[in-house]
């Protein structure tokens, strides 16, 4: 990382409360390294999104974030509490919608809350918000199987969202999905996280996705993966969504993403 973009990093984090630090993370499998003491802060209330090349371990320190695995060093704090698993601050979003096949929307939707006790026509309501939200209204009744990718994925959004877990962990969401259907998805996360107020952590292959939705961009190594870069895209972030592709920075950091990650790539 050049000296300007360290400084401004560090100025950015100085400057913004952290809800979620890593540190000095380690995990080994067997005698695999994949992770080798990375540290990372992630900002209250924005979007981080881990980039790099397949299996550098960005799914991995998603896990060791959520609670679902143990690092084998080093310590994660989720709003200066240390974690030790899965807690009720975090909410997963899984790659593969993780969906009860035997439940309808509404019931998938609310079940989080059904296993807190909320009383059920407290979690209806609750559910009924975020289904709403996520685009899915007149979909309550309808049952997995009877639903397109897009709309299996937007229901496990909304069950993230409805168990108002502070901390949302994506795990490449939008992977299953045709293209038209994943930006329609990257705008409605740039609307999320506008109007949510909560701290989101973002997995994804795809250099101009992370670039459109991000706060901060991290780009990790390939294994034993470490933070190699961090980028805060700023001057297109208040800009008409429909001009950020075409924003002359937003194309030269896909451009300068590109040729960080371009020699790892086989």
Not at 50 to 74: F, Q
Not at 146 to 154: K, P, Y
């Amino acid at each position: 990382m050049s000296q300007t973009k360290e400084a401004f990093a560090k100025a950015t984090a100085l400057d913004t409360e952290i809800a979620v630090s890593t540190r000095n993370i380690c995990k080994n499998y067997g005698a695999v390294e994949a992770l080798k003491n990375l540290s990372l802060d992630f900002p209250r209330g924005q979007l981080t999104s881990l980039l790099g090349p397949s299996g550098c371990g960005k799914t991995t320190l998603l896990k060791i974030i959520a609670g679902l695995l143990e690092p084998t060093s080093g310590e994660v704090e989720v709003n200066g509490r240390l974690v030790t698993g899965p807690g009720p601050n975090r909410a997963f979003v899984f790659q593969d919608f993780a969906l009860l096949p035997w439940a309808s929307v509404m019931r998938n939707v609310a079940f989080g809350l059904e296993l807190r006790g909320v009383a059920k026509s407290e979690r209806e309501a609750i559910a009924e918000r975020y289904i709403r939200e996520v685009g899915l209204a007149g979909f309550e009744k309808s049952f997995p199987h009877e639903l397109s990718g897009g709309m299996r994925q937007r229901v496990g959004l909304a069950r993230a969202l409805s168990v108002d877990a502070k901390v949302l962990l994506l795990d490449e969401p939008f992977s299953a999905v045709d293209e038209q259907t994943r930006r329609k998805f990257q705008e409605d996360m740039l609307n999320l996280v506008a109007h949510e107020n909560k701290t989101f952590i973002f997995v994804t292959h795809s250099i101009e996705e992370a670039v459109f939705i991000s706060d901060q961009i991290a780009i990790l190594l390939p294994r034993p993966s470490r933070v190699s870069e961090i980028i805060r895209p700023t001057g297109f972030r208040n800009r008409d969504m429909g001009n950020i592709r075409r924003d002359p920075e937003y194309l030269d950091i896909v451009d300068q993403i590109w040729a960080s990650l371009r020699s790892y790539v086989e």
